[in-house]
């Protein structure tokens, strides 16, 4: 099976940088991927990592490293509107593909 | 856009009741899913279809059976409500497998 381990809760302030860790166990990799959620909102898909290093989408970016099972997304010039929970998923091994997700960590922007 | 549209967004139902969550999807997506998010606990599948009249078990398919006899329509039935069984449900549905996951913006379930 699968199994990911992310942080509960991260804050920060507007204009900063922050980094949210995801560490995953599966049987078989077939990427990784971001989704955030507002609150009272639906998940909303940001990024998938099928290969090591960055991928950048404006101010947020996702990286893989497959010998580490770890990845993280970045945020940058961190707005009020990022407050949201993010959530990290990778697909199932044996070929169905559907994403297993980890709890999720809430981020918590201030001014 | 992909839109997926769930029926209700708050439903409060009594204990033993039979709940119908209805799901649409408007882009002719092959795949569709039912998850249920609770907090800490994240998201977790339930059932999952490829196909028209065709569903798989997720992760916790206790206590739920699902329909799809249209495409473009997914139901959640919970046969008998219980009160463990409150929760946010969402339905999600993706191109094909691999694909990015589309979701609805949920149900909010209330058994009392």
């Known amino acids: 099976g699968q199994s990911l381990e992310q942080p509960s809760e991260v804050t920060a302030v507007e204009g900063a940088i922050v980094q949210i860790n995801c560490t995953y166990q599966?049987?078989?990799?077939?990427?990784l991927s971001w989704y955030q959620q507002h609150d009272g909102g639906a998940p909303t898909f940001l990024s998938y990592?099928?290969?090591?290093g960055l991928e950048e989408t404006g101010r947020f970016s996702s990286f893989l490293s497959r010998s580490d099972s770890y990845g993280y997304l970045l945020l940058q010039e961190l707005q009020m509107k990022d407050s949201a929970s993010y959530f990290c998923?990778?697909?199932?091994?044996?070929?169905?593909?559907?994403?297993?997700f980890g709890r999720g960590t809430s981020l918590i922007v201030h001014p | 856009d992909v839109k997926v549209t769930q029926s209700s967004r708050y439903l409060v139902k009594r204990t033993g009741e039979k709940v119908f969550l209805e799901c649409v999807q408007d882009?002719?997506?092959?795949?569709m899913f039912w998850y249920r998010q609770d907090p800490g606990l994240g998201l977790r599948l339930i059932y999952f279809?490829?196909?028209?009249?065709?569903?798989e078990k997720g992760d916790i398919p206790e206590g739920y059976s699902v329909s799809r006899e249209k495409k473009e329509r997914f139901s959640l039935i919970l046969e008998s409500a219980s009160t463990n069984q409150t929760s946010m449900y969402l339905c999600?549905?993706?191109?094909?497998?691999?694909?990015?996951?589309?979701f609805g913006n949920g149900t909010r379930l209330t058994v009392t």
């Open positions: 998923a990778v697909p199932a091994s044996g070929g169905s593909y559907i994403p297993t």
């Open positions: 279809s490829y196909d028209v009249k065709m569903k």
């Open positions: 599966t049987s078989g990799f077939y990427g």
């Open positions: 999600a549905s993706s191109v094909d497998r691999g694909s990015p996951l589309h």
């Open positions: 882009m002719d997506h092959e795949n």
């Open positions: 990592n099928a290969l090591d």
